[in-house]
């Protein structure tokens, strides 16, 4: 379902006279590795084809948004969402003839909706205790250490217990001159 919004998102740019490739490239959105990470998960959880499903992130803010994603879509899909298709309904018709900039089709708001049905039901098992565990591991360094305090804040907020903290020992224990 990305093809069709991938697509869409190239036009855009390509119509403002940048290079095709690089109108493909723009049109990667940032996060949407983790929302085909999430789609992953849902699938295997989904068809129970897996015992256990390890996500390995750092414990960076950008990875930790990972956990909040699947309610930020569905707050999107529910307020925004049908909001735009129908404008773009009325809209599309005029916008076309006064403008050379792509307008999405219906297709286009489909395959989003599509993607996120694929979602539904993640958020619920990202955030179930008897499912979901969470390990920290860390470097014995001040910034690393920092952003692991920070995703332990995160993962409790979310009511997520952390069950395990590892910090990397550093090796050797003694500097010998």
Known sequence: HWGEVSAYLGAIF????????????????PGMEDVISLLYINEYYQKK???VIIVDCAPTGESLRFIGMPSTLDWYMKK???????LLKVARPFAKRMT???????????????????????????LD?????VRLVTNAERMVIRETQRAFMYFCLYGL?????????????????
Do not use: C, H, Q, W
Not at 14 to 29: P, Q
Not at 101 to 126: C, H, Q, T, W
Not at 129 to 133: A, F, P, R
């Open 14 to 29: 390509g119509s403002s006279g940048i290079s095709n490739v690089l109108a493909e490239e723009l049109a990667v959105i």
């Open 129 to 133: 205790k008897d499912i979901t565990s």
């Open 80 to 86: 925004i969402f049908s909001l735009e298709r129908n």
């Open 161 to 177: 217990i952390v069950d395990t903290i590892v910090v990397n020992r550093l090796f050797p224990d003694t500097v010998e001159d």
């Open 49 to 51: 084809s897996y015992d």
């Open 100 to 126: 050379d900039i792509p307008i999405p089709e219906d297709s286009y708001f489909a395959s989003l909706k599509n993607l996120f049905l694929r979602l539904d039901g993640v958020d619920e098992v990202l």
